[in-house]
């Protein structure tokens, strides 16, 4: 008697060459908002961790323009024992010029709810926002990052979790001078679990 073997869930066999890896590790950094570990990396990408640690110094060398091609202007950088791409800090003026000079809109709902919570809770992790809000803030909070509303405070050197704060823009926006001027939330909410009204932030 033969037993059929259900290969419906099993993980795609994906290809383990050095460039291939590599490709697979970019398309997961350009999407991530905190520091991988080359454990995490390895998990995503489905392949073996010495191999993994190879494809991301070879993109570390490459994106430096040590491998023949031009230095890119931004770099894969290791923080707090995790993996991201960052803007290089020559560049840095040119990217708050930018962000500064784009027309203003209006923030959305997800996005006063999402900044309310760091605003009150900070400094907060974005899975420390996600669990209060109960729904994925990875957009909103790149949003508020571009809107020089929050700020990366710090990388907590244990997880490698970024926490969040709010900046002197958002003050400048809400037209107080520091965060001890927001109102108390206990007027707003019996308690903490069902999250913040953003109209506080209006």
Not at 83 to 102: C, F, K, P, S, T
């Amino acid at each position: 008697m033969t037993t059929e073997i259900d290969t419906d869930d099993a993980p795609p066999v994906r290809s383990q060459e050095p460039a291939d890896v590599a490709r697979r590790i970019e398309a997961i950094l350009l999407i991530v908002d905190e520091p991988q570990s080359l454990v995490a990396l390895a998990a995503a990408v489905g392949a073996p961790v010495p191999t993994v640690r190879q494809a991301v110094e070879g993109l570390v060398a490459d994106y430096d323009g040590e491998t023949g091609g031009p230095r890119r202007g931004f770099e894969l950088r290791e923080v707090g024992g995790g993996w991201r791409l960052y803007v290089r800090d020559e560049h840095d003026d040119l990217i708050a010029e930018y962000v500064g000079g784009q027309a203003p809109s209006r923030l959305s709902q997800a996005a006063l709810e999402t900044l309310a919570v760091i605003a009150y809770k900070q400094p907060v992790t974005r899975s420390q926002v996600a669990s209060i809000r109960a729904v994925n803030v990875d957009s909103v909070v790149r949003t508020l990052l571009a809107r020089g509303l929050i700020t990366e405070l710090f990388t907590d050197p244990e997880t490698g979790a970024i926490n969040y704060g709010t900046t002197d823009a958002l003050l400048v926006n809400l037209g107080i001078n520091s965060l001890d001027e927001l109102p108390h939330i206990s007027p707003l909410l019996d308690d903490g679990s069902d999250g913040f009204d953003a109209e506080v932030l209006r």
